[in-house]
């Protein structure tokens, strides 16, 4: 049996657990819940004719008070950075998270994901600077935590980036 495990970053309250547990448990709250340090969740997918277990690392929000530890990187096959659309500062947090993975971990395959895609049109975020992204590589995929627009194409997308590597 094939193991990847994949940390969710970005910064307090932009959905990583609403999406992990959309994925895994096909349900979302409207409550808010702080994460306090690491939330693991198992899951089994098919890649191709290959059975992968991925291990969630659901990673508390980042913010000027605290820095994800790097200890909690350590082992991760992939990472997906997730950014509140709402919120435009959650955008430079995670390519903050991404530039500190990168130093710690090297090339690790990853994904950028703007969530809330169903108050789009609260959305802060610049569409030109996501397109600038998009030109350099990122792949970067809208979803919805809420109604699971594109959350489970997220996990299959990375899946198969970890195991192209």
Same mark, same amino acid.
């Given at each position: 049996?094939?193991?990847?495990?994949?940390?969710? %970053?970005?910064?307090?309250? /932009?959905?990583?657990?609403? &999406? /992990?547990?959309?994925?895994?448990?096909?349900?979302?709250?409207?409550?808010?819940?702080?994460?306090?340090?690491?939330?693991?969740?198992?899951?089994?997918?098919?890649?191709?004719?290959?059975?992968?277990?991925?291990?969630?690392?659901? &990673?508390?929000?980042?913010?000027?008070?605290?820095?994800?530890?790097?200890?909690? %990187?350590?082992?991760?096959?992939?990472?997906?950075?997730? /950014?509140?659309?709402?919120?435009?500062?959650?955008?430079?947090?995670? @390519?903050? @998270?991404?530039?500190?993975?990168?130093?710690? &971990?090297?090339e690790t395959p990853f994904i950028l994901v703007i969530n809330k895609s169903d108050l789009k049109n609260?959305?802060?975020?610049?569409?030109?600077? &996501?397109?600038? %992204?998009?030109q350099k590589g990122t792949i970067i995929i809208e979803t919805s935590a809420k109604t699971g627009e594109? /959350?489970?194409?997220?996990?299959? @997308?990375?899946?198969?980036?970890?195991?192209?590597?």
């Amino acid at each position: 049996m094939i193991k990847k495990k994949i940390c969710m %970053l970005g910064a307090f309250a /932009v959905g990583k657990t609403s &999406l /992990v547990q959309r994925y895994v448990h096909s349900i979302f709250s409207d409550k808010y819940h702080t994460t306090i340090g690491v939330n693991i969740e198992k899951t089994r997918v098919c890649a191709g004719d290959t059975d992968v277990d991925l291990i969630i690392w659901d &990673l508390y929000g980042e913010d000027e008070f605290q820095k994800v530890r790097l200890s909690y %990187l350590k082992g991760a096959s992939g990472c997906i950075y997730v /950014v509140d659309g709402t919120r435009k500062a959650t955008l430079a947090t995670a @390519l903050n @998270l991404k530039e500190t993975v990168h130093n710690a &971990l090297g090339e690790t395959p990853f994904i950028l994901v703007i969530n809330k895609s169903d108050l789009k049109n609260q959305w802060e975020i610049d569409m030109s600077t &996501l397109e600038d %992204l998009r030109q350099k590589g990122t792949i970067i995929i809208e979803t919805s935590a809420k109604t699971g627009e594109e /959350v489970k194409e997220v996990f299959q @997308l990375l899946t198969k980036k970890m195991m192209d590597k």
